[in-house]
C-alpha cells in the first residue's frame, strides 16, 4: 500500500510516501506562488512523481481557510489568486481518493493515531509558527465545523481595545500577539517603554527595532536579555490565556503544540504557559507536551488521512 501524504505551508510544499505504519520518504519544495492557481497541483503531483510511487490515496493538510466542499485552498493572504483547487486536479493526475483538510485539523488527526494522542478521547493540537493554529479531537471525533476551518484559535480575541491588528483585520486576535509574523510588531510596543539602547537585543537588530525577528527576540532572551526576556515573557503571559481559553472550551486531556515558534524555542515557550495557564483556568489542567512528531505532524495527518481513504476503496 503506497499513502501518500501532502503538507501545503505558505512557505513549503512537503510530500512523502508511507504505508499504514509509517513515513517513508519525504521531500520538499518551496511553494509555488507565482504560476497561478494551478501552480501549486502542478507542482504537488510532480513532486508525488517524483516518488516513483503508485499513489493508492492522498491525503493533503493544507493552509487555510480551505472551502473543503469544493476541495480548494480559499483566499488566503498567502496567495494573489482568489480560489487554488487541490483535490479535483490530483484526482485527475493520479485517479485514487484524495482528501485535504486544514492542516491543524489534519495535524491533531496524525496525533492521535501516530503521536502522543493515541488511545486519547480529547485531545487538542496548537501550532505556533509564522501563523498560530489549532485543531481539536473531542469525544473521539475530529472537531472540522461547517466549512472545515473549525477551531479556528489564533483569531480569539484577547483584547478588543488592542492596537495590534491581526492579518484578519480583526483587533487584539491572540495570533496579532504570538504568531512569529506578528510577534516582532508586539515586542516594538512592549519596548517603546524600556530604555534599550546598548542593549543586546538592540544590538542585534543593527539598532532598528523594525528589523526584529522571533529568532532574535528568542536568542537574546536564550542569552539573558533583559528586554527580550521581558517581551518573551509577556508573549508567554499571552500565550498562557490562550491555552487557558482552549482548556476552558474543549476541556482536553492532552495538549500537543509544534510549529517552528515552539519546537525551536521549546523550553521558553512551555514553562511560559505553563506558569500562566493557573489563574484562567476553571477546567481542570491537561497534560501540555511538545508534539514527538516534529515537524511531521501534518505529514502524518495526511498519512492518516489516506490510509482511511484506502480502506474505504478496497
Ligand atoms: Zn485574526
Redesign the pocket.
Known amino acids: 500500500l503506497s499513502l501518500v501524504a501532502v503538507d501545503i505551508g505558505a512557505t513549503n510544499i512537503r510530500v512523502a510516501v508511507g504505508d499504514v505504519n509509517s513515513l517513508k520518504v519525504k521531500r520538499s519544495e518551496v511553494t509555488d506562488r507565482l504560476n497561478g492557481p494551478e501552480g501549486v497541483p502542478r507542482q504537488i503531483a510532480r513532486m508525488i512523481r517524483s516518488l516513483s510511487v503508485e499513489p493508492d490515496a492522498i491525503g493533503v493538510g493544507s493552509i487555510g481557510p480551505l472551502d473543503v466542499r469544493k476541495g480548494a485552498i480559499g483566499a488566503t493572504p498567502n496567495f494573489a489568486f482568489k480560489q487554488i483547487p487541490i483535490v479535483a486536479p490530483l484526482v485527475e493526475d493520479f485517479s485514487v481518493p484524495v482528501q485535504i483538510m486544514n492542516d491543524c485539523n489534519a495535524a491533531v488527526i496524525g496525533e492521535h493515531n501516530y503521536g502522543a494522542g493515541r488511545g486519547i478521547d480529547n485531545l487538542f493540537y496548537v501550532t505556533l509558527s509564522t501563523g498560530l493554529g489549532g485543531g481539536a479531537i473531542v469525544d473521539g471525533n475530529p472537531l472540522n465545523g461547517k466549512d472545515g476551518n473549525a477551531p479556528e484559535i ?2 480569539l480575541t484577547l483584547d478588543p481595545d488592542s492596537e495590534l491588528m ?3 483585520g ?1 483587533r487584539g ?1 491572540w ?2 500577539y504570538c504568531s512569529g509574523a506578528n510577534m516582532p510588531k508586539f515586542a516594538r510596543i512592549l519596548l517603546r517603554s524600556r530604555d534599550t539602547e546598548g542593549g543586546l537585543l538592540m544590538k542585534m537588530a543593527g539598532g532598528d527595532f523594525e528589523k526584529l525577528t522571533p529568532e532574535m527576540i528568542f536568542d537574546a532572551a536564550k542569552r539573558g536579555d533583559g528586554d527580550a526576556v521581558f517581551v518573551v515573557e509577556e508573549i508567554g503571559e499571552m500565550n498562557a490565556i490562550g491555552f487557558a481559553n482552549i482548556v476552558n472550551a474543549f476541556d482536553p486531556e492532552l495538549i500537543t503544540i509544534g510549529g517552528s515558534v515552539a519546537l525551536n524555542n521549546s523550553d521558553l515557550v512551555l514553562e511560559a504557559i505553563k506558569k500562566g495557564i493557573d489563574e484562567h483556568l476553571i477546567n481542570r489542567k491537561p497534560q501540555i507536551m511538545l508534539t514527538p512528531l516534529g515537524m511531521d505532524v501534518v505529514l502524518y495527518g495526511g498519512l492518516a488521512l489516506a490510509g482511511k481513504l484506502s480502506k474505504g476503496t478496497s
Open positions: 489564533g483569531h491581526c492579518g484578519c480583526c486576535h495570533e496579532a
